[in-house]
């Protein structure tokens, strides 16, 4: 019935859009005479395409697509036309039971053809990452074509610098670059732009920045270093440790005058004190950051190419880096020509296959990761010769909401959850280091354990609504009721909750006797929650080896001239075990670097 209610509700705006189309042009006549690939078969039967039913409702291929133009890889011609006559927003809304649209949550920006396809069948694209039970109209099988089976070249473009992969890093990289007079590309292989800092959530580390001043929160650059080695173990690259720390307050001012909001400053695990920086109301750090990084993009006029796939970069005869092969979903293989290159294309946790290859033990995980986080520029840096490091050297992350690909921030546990068994029972410092209170889960004979707070928690952090509205949490008026509703014995589950409390009360340093976990808050203020969670694949510490400048190095030693990384597309800062909230410290301040560095040597190379 609500299928029905949908497609009627997309039918009536079909009607709606006839009135949007414009005289036939010659693109009509041509398309018209070009022969249509024949409608797989998908499971709702014989299936129509998106661009055929338009058609059916008296809609000309013009309306959608700018007469005489080539397609351009990021569509973006297409997006408009869809939004001209439907209007952000609108189709999706009744999809979904939840408050949650597909139009919504971490996008934070309208990109219809990411989900539906004109000529090919659509397909949601939220669900590479979420269970949802809804479908998309006109969706089917997905039709995607592999880039490398296209084989000629097609044109060349010329710029200064290329910058592949669209997260934190390589935004950052573009715009410090673009900021010094270069000209930058920045490619991205998926629809839309962010990687996986769209969905990061805890917060960015820094150390001895404003807003912990005005907080009273005393930090220091030498504290955030030895927390970061401390967990890190002796694989960590100190002297890269020490920059990301160095820089890291720098690094905050530097986002705080783009426009981000960094107030709110929260702990997380293996943090000394409160270091994770992110905005009021301890909202998820990701969908803000890149968004305001997309917009300083966009004011600066940046070529940002989505859809775009690096697959190979070029040298010249004397092995001199000249460039990068790509190939855009539309325009296919092309050249870029370029003085520098900066890699920024991420890790490899959404790749399980090769994840398991250097970690059998994680064999059937579920990832965190958006689905391009698959390892394509550390292969492209080891083609040109680069050193991998620590490529065995995968985090866990110990809570993901069980039989999802959700990742349930630390920052609920930093501001005042615990962690029980199936017993009602804790069994970790929920506060140690990600290596240690996943072992601790998967070390339960269910593999799964409870996070259990109040309403002082869920309210100090806005991110759990989101929680909520994916149907993770579990509320109730009374610890007793909660118990209940989770299958945990309640006596168990009451005493556990009440000699967390005690210690809170009782001990001078608020930590708890048995864990030794500072507390930051009693768990008292009903209504009580619970999350069910599990461990699953969540971050690559290892990558290109890099040195303070973002230099890519040879094994050796020496530098790939003219051939920059940042981000989680290099290895070394976080050793065997990384600190939550280092990865977007080590995104911005590396990412700057980088792209500060790339532009420098393309004012003074050659
Ligand atoms: O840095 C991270 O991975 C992080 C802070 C994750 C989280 O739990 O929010």
């Known amino acids: ?137 006109f969706d089917g099988v997905p039709a995607f074509s592999d880039p490398a089976l296209q084989e000629s070249l097609h044109s060349e473009d010329t710029t200064d610098i290329v910058v592949v992969g669209s997260g934190g890093a390589g935004l950052t990289a573009a715009i410090a670059a673009a900021d010094l007079g270069a000209r930058v590309v920045v490619i991205e292989k998926q629809p839309l732009t962010g990687g996986n800092t769209l969905l990061s959530a805890g917060g960015m580390n820094a150390a001895n920045t404003k807003y912990q001043q005005a907080l009273g929160i005393e930090d220091s650059v030498a504290l955030m270093i030895s927390d970061t080695l401390r967990a890190a173990g002796p694989t960590s690259h100190p002297d890269l440790v020490e920059v990301m720390a160095n820089q890291s307050s720098a690094s905050v001012d530097w986002l705080t005058t783009l426009g981000v909001d960094l107030s709110d400053v929260g702990k997380l695990a293996g943090a000394s004190v409160k270091r994770a920086h992110r905005p009021k109301n301890g909202k998820a750090i990701g969908p803000h950051l890149i968004q305001v990084l997309r917009g300083a993009v966009e004011t600066r006029k940046l070529d940002l190419r989505v859809n775009t796939k690096a697959t190979r970069l070029l040298e010249d005869e004397t092995g001199r880096l000249v460039g990068l092969e790509v190939v855009g979903k539309h325009r296919q293989r092309y050249a870029i020509r370029a003085n520098a290159i900066v890699l920024a294309a991420g890790g490899f946790s959404a790749n399980i296959q090769r994840v398991v290859a250097y970690r059998g033990d994680y064999a059937g995980m579920t990832s965190t990761n958006q689905p391009g986080a698959t390892g394509d520029g550390m292969d492209l840096g080891a083609s040109l010769g680069a050193e991998l490091l620590d490529m065995d050297q995968i985090q866990i992350h110990p809570t993901l909401g069980a039989g999802t690909r959700i990742l349930i921030t630390e920052a609920v546990r930093g501001n005042g959850a615990v962690l029980v068994n199936h017993e009602g029972q804790r069994f970790v410092n929920e506060m140690a280091t990600r290596a240690i209170v996943a072992a601790a889960v998967l070390a339960l004979p269910e593999r799964t354990a409870l996070l259990v707070f109040d309403e002082a928690v869920r309210s100090s952090l806005d991110q759990v609504a989101g929680y909520a509205a994916l149907g993770l949490l579990t509320r109730a008026d009374t610890l007793d009721k909660l118990a209940s509703e989770i299958g945990l014995p309640a006596a168990a589950l009451v005493s556990t909750v009440a000699s967390y409390n005690d210690a809170y009360t009782s001990d001078p340093n608020r930590e708890d006797p048995n864990y030794h976990r500072a507390i930051p808050q009693a768990i008292a203020t009903p209504p009580f929650y619970a999350i069910e969670v599990t461990p699953g694949v969540h971050y690559t510490m290892g990558g290109l080896s890099i040195d303070v400048g973002a230099r890519v190095l040879r094994p050796d030693g020496s530098a790939i001239l003219g051939l920059y990384a940042a981000g989680e597309n290099t290895g070394g800062i976080h050793g065997a075990d990384r600190l939550g909230g280092n990865s977007i410290s080590e995104a911005i301040t590396f990412g700057k670097i980088a792209g500060e560095n790339a532009a420098h040597w393309c004012t003074t190379a050659h």
């Open 1 to 137: 019935m609500a299928r029905l209610t949908r497609e009627l509700a997309l039918l009536g705006t079909l009607v709606v859009l006839s009135a949007c189309h414009s005289e036939p042009s010659s693109l009509d006549t041509q398309l018209a005479a070009a022969p249509r690939p024949a409608a797989p078969q998908t499971s709702r039967g014989s299936a129509q395409a998106l661009a055929d039913s338009h058609h059916d409702h008296g809609m000309l291929c013009a309306d959608c697509h700018v007469a005489g133009m080539e397609l351009d890889d990021g569509e973006s011609a297409e997006n408009s036309a869809c939004v001209g006559c439907h209007a952000a927003q609108t189709l999706g809304d009744d999809a979904p039971s939840t408050a949650v649209t597909p139009h919504d949550s971490h996008l934070g920006k309208v990109y219809c053809t990411l989900c539906h396809h004109g000529h090919t069948f659509s397909q949601s694209y939220c669900t590479n990452c979420h269970i949802f039970e809804f479908r998309i109209p």
